[in-house]
């Protein structure tokens, strides 16, 4: 079992920045990509940023230039810097994890429980 905790939400103004983290736990398997999520009330879940096992981002249009995903191989942590925050960036946000298994080269998605990002003006 894969198990992904989320930290680092809260609320700011608008025009300040927050950092969220996203740390994998369990054991025998290998990360390949991780991803931020968010879902805003009555809005359906849209991806943020995402970041393969070699480096490579994607974002949404809404935040390029604001926001940077990174990740910590080692640790199976994820990160999103989130700066000059708006109030539309309020939302739940997600991390996720898609993950093989060694043992049999399966592959498998994971969610985290979501940590509130608001935003004030």
């Known amino acids: 079992q894969v198990q992904l905790v989320e930290s680092g939400g809260g609320l700011v103004q608008a025009g300040g920045s927050l950092r969220l983290s996203c740390a994998a736990s369990?054991?025998?398997?290998?990360?390949?990509?991780m991803g931020w999520y968010r879902q805003a009330p009555g809005k359906q879940r849209e991806l943020v940023a995402s970041?393969?096992?070699?480096?490579?981002?994607d974002y949404a249009d809404s935040v390029k230039g604001r926001f940077t995903i990174s990740e910590d191989n080692a640790n199976n942590t994820a990160y999103l810097q989130m700066n000059s925050l708006k109030p539309e960036d309020t939302a739940v946000y997600y991390c996720?994890?898609?993950?093989?298994?060694?043992?049999?080269?399966?592959?498998?998605?994971?969610w985290g429980q979501g940590t509130q990002v608001t935003v004030s003006s």
């Open positions: 996720n994890a898609r993950i093989v298994w060694h043992f049999n080269s399966a592959s498998d998605i994971y």
């Open positions: 970041i393969a096992s070699g480096g490579t981002t």
């Open positions: 369990g054991s025998r398997f290998t990360i390949y990509a």
